[in-house]
């Protein structure tokens, strides 16, 4: 994740205006910060509610729709 991170993070500084270049990285980490804390706040409320099987396995639409979105 990391790794893809700091790519995304690359594009976003190559293709954003020399002006807006830092804005856009920071509107970047805020978007993907909130993402994250999201998803793990998600995965601990199915943890908790459904058990440990049903969290982890839960990931595996939202992993088949953004390939499907993605292509």
């Known amino acids: 994740m990391g790794m893809s991170l700091e790519l995304l993070a690359a594009m976003i500084a190559d293709t954003a205006p020399v002006e807006l270049s ?3 990285c920071r509107l970047f980490n805020l ?6 804390v ?9 943890w ?3 058990g440990a099987s049903f969290a982890l396995h839960a990931r595996v ?3 088949n729709w ?6």
């Open 38 to 46: 999201m998803g793990s706040v998600t995965a601990g409320l199915l």
């Open 31 to 36: 978007v993907s910060g909130i993402a994250m």
């Open 61 to 63: 639409p939202s992993r």
């Open 66 to 71: 953004s390939r499907w979105v993605l292509g």
């Open 48 to 50: 908790d509610r459904f």
């Open 22 to 24: 830092g804005t856009a």
